[in-house]
């Protein structure tokens, strides 16, 4: 019987009603970070042109854009490394990135212009690559993503001085030399872009990635695609060598990698709007350039589609309904279905929260889900969300709400409202806070540790946490032997006074502040309590 009385002290079954609760969509462009229309942004070499702060935040705070495209040049460095002074301006870039609260994709180049050279060597390259790397490491957490860049006019592949315009195995395997620099370069929780699927069938794999392999930080999992010349001719002015085969090809890779890009030139009916929304859902398009091509950006005002697009960029996140029990208490129980009715899925690691909010204290817990946000795929079906999860040993009864947070997964941002997402739904955004809420509340009510064949019932004990005493209401509490142990069994010393009949006062002014179990035992009956003391 005491060995039985022992393995029930460690054991609490909670049966709870549960509360059903069915959320309403919500219509309209929301921001969100690494998602949406983006500005374009450059500097020259020659003359650098700072990032505004100002216009950033204008441009997050009024249109919704969280992202923008940072070009850097690097014509005058054909020749030379990246002087100090310009690597400098790069991090107060980025710094200004981050205070704005956006962020940014990143792209460098040696040359827009056609006339002229097109880019450095590659052991040039290299260099220039080794030198921006702390750069990019050390502000990984503003950037959404990097393209491979460097090579051709405006870093996007084709006109090269070095790298073979019509490339052969050996000016593919310089290309991949590129890649592969650039990939150790970046945080390995971060992705490259390349400007076409033909580069990465080529120099990695014809087979694309699938549920196992993504997301794995293996080179070939962190290579997504762009395309900057979308919807400009029946390939793409060159994007696509064989549609019959990379059609399907980026349709599957782009569940896993980021996609993304500009139109170039307009070419009705191709550039209009029925083709541009088909295309960018069916290769989960994350972003669009709103700069270029104005002709056909005015051709998707016009057309009635630009607000299609600019809701559905990325990912698009919305609560249908939850079930949540009433009460709990050790365990809690989530039930939540949604959509995500963008285009796309995050790209980048980002951990799902529970946060639980007392609501006389505001104290908060958080507990993190184990599912991944990035395989919550762009779909017309509904995503289960259901796990049971283990609440924080430090937790106090109480009314808590509940709320859903989706923090950026950097500790510098992970605070930071704008950083974090924002379900599309109506009444549940904390813009203060970067919570969704849940619209519930919960009862956390840690009921008896312990059950006997005689259950002591009808006691309370008040206030949790404890400051200098708790007290303990039992009718003939004098009948009843109560002890204090510590969380490994040991029995705590503690001195308690009994003011009547049926309340005892035991000091807790001397304990470490930590959770503590109180036990109340006769010789009929016994039961444990677990309470928490906070100076």
Not at 16 to 34: D, F, K, M, R, V
Not at 264 to 285: I, Y
Request: proline share 4%; net charge negative.
């Amino acid at each position: 019987m005491k060995n039985a009385l022992l393995l029930l002290f460690f054991i609490h079954f909670s049966y709870s009603q549960t509360t059903t609760i069915n959320y309403t969509a919500l219509s309209g462009n929301i921001s969100n970070p690494e998602r949406g229309i983006y500005h374009h942004t450059e500097t020259q070499s020659s003359s650098y042109s700072s990032l505004s702060v100002s216009q950033l935040e204008n441009w997050r705070e009024n249109d919704n854009i969280t992202l923008i495209l940072r070009l850097f040049y690097l014509k005058d460095f054909i020749n030379s490394p990246i002087p100090q002074s310009y690597l400098n301006n790069m991090q107060a870039d980025f710094d200004k990135i981050r205070q704005a609260g956006v962020k940014c994709i990143v792209r460098f180049a040696y040359s827009n212009n056609t006339n002229g050279a097109y880019d450095a060597s590659k052991a040039q390259m290299l260099t220039h690559i080794s030198q921006v790397t702390p750069y990019l490491k050390n502000n990984s957490d503003v950037i959404a993503v990097v393209q491979a860049g460097f090579i051709g006019v405006w870093g996007e592949w084709y006109y090269t001085d070095h790298f073979g315009m019509q490339p052969n195995n050996n000016d593919y395997n310089n290309r991949k030399e590129i890649v592969e620099a650039l990939l150790d370069a970046v945080s390995t929780d971060r992705m490259v872009q390349l400007r076409t699927p033909k580069f990465k069938r080529t120099m990695y794999s014809t087979n694309a990635l699938t549920d196992s392999d993504s997301f794995d930080e293996t080179n070939i999992s962190r290579l997504g695609h762009h395309n900057d010349c979308f919807l400009a001719s029946p390939d793409d002015l060159g994007t696509y060598d064989d549609q019959n085969i990379e059609y399907p090809y980026l349709s599957q890779e782009t569940n896993y990698t980021p996609m993304g890009g500009e139109t170039c030139e307009r070419n009705l009916p191709r550039s209009g709007c029925s083709t541009a929304v088909d295309e960018m859902k069916q290769f989960h398009w994350s972003y669009l350039n709103t700069d270029y091509h104005p002709n056909v950006m005015n051709d998707f005002t016009n057309g009635g589609c630009l607000e299609t697009i600019t809701n559905s960029l990325g990912y698009r996140l919305e609560l249908k309904s939850g079930s949540f029990p009433e009460t709990v208490s050790n365990n809690l129980n989530i039930d939540i279905n949604l959509y995500n009715k963008g285009f796309a899925s995050l790209y980048n690691p980002r951990t799902a929260y529970i946060v639980l909010r007392n609501n006389s204290t505001n104290d908060e817990y958080r507990v993190a889900l184990t599912t991944d946000p990035r395989t919550w795929l762009a779909s017309d079906s509904e995503f289960n969300l259901n796990e049971t999860l283990v609440l924080p040993n430090t937790i106090i009864d109480g009314d808590y709400k509940l709320f859903l947070h989706l923090p950026d997964a950097e500790a510098v941002l992970s605070t930071r409202p704008e950083y974090a997402v924002r379900f599309a739904n109506e009444n549940t955004w904390e813009s203060n806070t970067g919570y969704n809420d849940l619209k519930t509340t919960i009862t956390v009510n840690n009921a008896p540790l312990a059950i006997s064949d005689h259950e002591i019932k009808d006691f309370k004990i008040y206030p949790i946490p404890a400051n200098d005493s708790v007290i303990v209401k039992l009718n003939d509490i004098n009948e009843y032997n109560i002890s204090l142990y510590n969380t490994i069994g040991q029995i705590v010393k503690t001195t308690s006074v009994t003011e009547s009949n049926n309340t005892l006062r035991l000091h807790t002014d001397h304990l470490d502040n930590g959770i503590y179990i109180l036990k109340i035992e006769n010789d009929t009956a016994k039961t444990s309590k677990k309470i928490v003391v906070n100076h």
